[in-house]
């Protein structure tokens, strides 16, 4: 068996119409969906594209990789599902966008050369790379790579110094002149890309190309798409597919201006916020967006028909999940931070080819589910013996294949704020910005170190609107939250370099060769079997 693990980026749940969207028609994603199982209940374990992939990539969570924001590097050494997926003979390559930031000096301070192949592989994720394309290939962002997008737009006569920011982030007014993607009010115009060399369009291709060369060895294809991600400027005829009148109402209410949280009002000043919260922005934004997810849809039905046409759709797992949501003016907010389900909730849905899988196919389950689980899923359908002391996420075969299975009661997301501009408008220092969200399926708690909690009841406030962490009516349930906090943090979460099988035989040989401890004679060492140096046996 092969897989093919598909990532968009900044997808929300809620603009599929497998997931319940009446604004949005996505077929080709809902077909996959009637083929596998729908998670409905997924969180990331960031809603930031680095850290939420970082997790995503190592099966663990961020305070254990340290990946924290952005730009942070995974440091050399994480073990990753490339690593754990080679051990067992399946190549893991990359077809797309990682955000993976090289541990740099890690490398340096250990002597791998970043050209060898343990070198490029650590500063890849843990993948190798068939194509890398992370967005922009500006030089104030090193860690961002758009070369080999730029060589083929080149190849199509699509030139320039940055053919990326000059053909697919540059939109085309009505009288012709030219204008850039990052400014939101252009987001109504197409972009200068033809829709058949899009970003979204070339990856799909390359994607495709990557499977046709593959031998009879198993792999994994980590395809992963860099929209709907701003910039929000789609290629005709994607642009104007969509107007304001087929946006969803925005979800967020004049009380969460009067919010007592000091984050929370600092949150929404800042400039992002402040432009998503105008009706004018969504209204040119969110259609874009949409027309985004309709081009990534059509692509995938013409992915899906690949697979079907060459036979592969038998012998293939197949993924398909966001890195994160995206606030679009919800709460006040804009782009993809903190942990409303618009951010932190993300669409999951998973194809097992295996005849196991049949008894559930185009069944959606409520069952809490964090990214992290996918790595050990994908060692369960590549037959890998469990690792457990390494991985912090939960196998979801058990659920593909209708098993009964104990789960989890609760997910855990988490947020390093110590880039961002409310951190100092609030006057918390660095290292304790950060924040902890514990869902329990109706219960959000989200710590806030130095501050009050936040709460929402999902069951009641399924908006959340409500925002509860000051309502003392609540004290239980904050208490409650916060011990399964506790719980998740007493856990072991680094210690990654012994298996649990390894320290019983540990405990069972006591202390180590050679080494004698508490006995107070001879006689007393005599029924543990161990002995002394030669030169005083007697």
Known sequence: MNALWIMVDQMRWDYLSCYGATHIETP?????????????????????????????????????????????????????????????????????????????????????????????????????VFIRDDGNNNSDYPTRHSEDYDKYLREHGMDGDNPWEEWANTGQCPDGSLCSGWMLENSKYPARVPKEHSETAWLTTRGIDFMEAQGDDPWLCHLSYIKPHWPYLAPAPYHNMYSASDLPPVNRSEDELLSDHPLMQEWTRMRVSKSFSRDKVR???????????????????????????????????????????????????????????????????????????????????????????????????????????????????????????????????????????????????????????????????????????????????????????????????????RELHFEWARRHHNRITRPADVVEKMTDAKEPPGVIIGYWNQEELKPSGRKLPNHLEK
């Not at 969906?33 to 729908?38: D, I, K, L, N, Q």
């Not at 990753?80 to 890690?106: F, I, N």
């Not at 692509?299 to 949501?325: K, P």
């Open 283 to 481: 209204d040119v934004v969110g259609p874009a967006y949409m027309g985004l997810i309709k081009e990534l849809d059509d692509q995938l039905g013409r992915l899906f028909e690949y697979l079907e046409e060459s036979g592969q759709m038998d012998d293939t797992m197949i993924v398909f999940c966001s890195d994160h949501g995206d606030n679009l003016g919800d709460h006040w907010l804009g782009e993809k931070d903190l942990f409303y389900d618009c951010s932190a909730r993300v669409p999951l849905i998973v194809y097992d080819p295996r005849a196991e899988a049949n008894c559930t196919r185009g069944t959606v389950t409520d069952k809490l589910v964090e990214g992290i689980d996918l790595l050990p899923t994908f060692l369960d359908a590549f037959g890998s013996p469990p690792i457990p002391h390494i991985l912090e996420g939960l196998s979801l075969q058990p659920i593909l294949h209708g098993s009964k299975c104990e789960w989890r009661s609760f997910c855990v997301s988490e947020y390093d704020y110590s880039t961002r501009d409310a951190r100092r408008a609030v006057g918390v220092d660095q290292k304790d910005a950060r924040l902890v969200m514990i869902f329990d399926g109706r219960w959000k708690l989200t710590h806030v170190e130095n501050m009050r909690p936040m709460l929402f009841d999902l069951d009641v406030d399924p908006h959340e609107l409500n925002d509860l962490g000051n309502n003392p009516d609540y004290k239980d349930q904050i208490s409650r939250l």
């Open 28 to 128: 080709n994603i809902d077909w996959l969906a009637s083929r596998g199982v729908t998670f409905n209940k997924a969180y990331v374990q960031s809603p930031i594209c680095g850290p939420s992939r970082m997790s995503f990539y190592t099966g663990r969570y961020t305070r254990s990789h340290g990946a924290t924001w952005n730009g942070f590097p995974l440091r050399v050494g994480e073990p990753t599902l490339g690593d754990h997926l080679r051990e067992q003979g399946v190549s893991c390559t990359l077809v797309g966008k990682t955000h993976m930031a090289p541990d740099k000096d890690g490398m340096a301070r250990l002597g791998i050369d970043p050209k060898s192949t343990v070198g490029q592989r650590a500063s890849e994720g843990g993948f190798d």
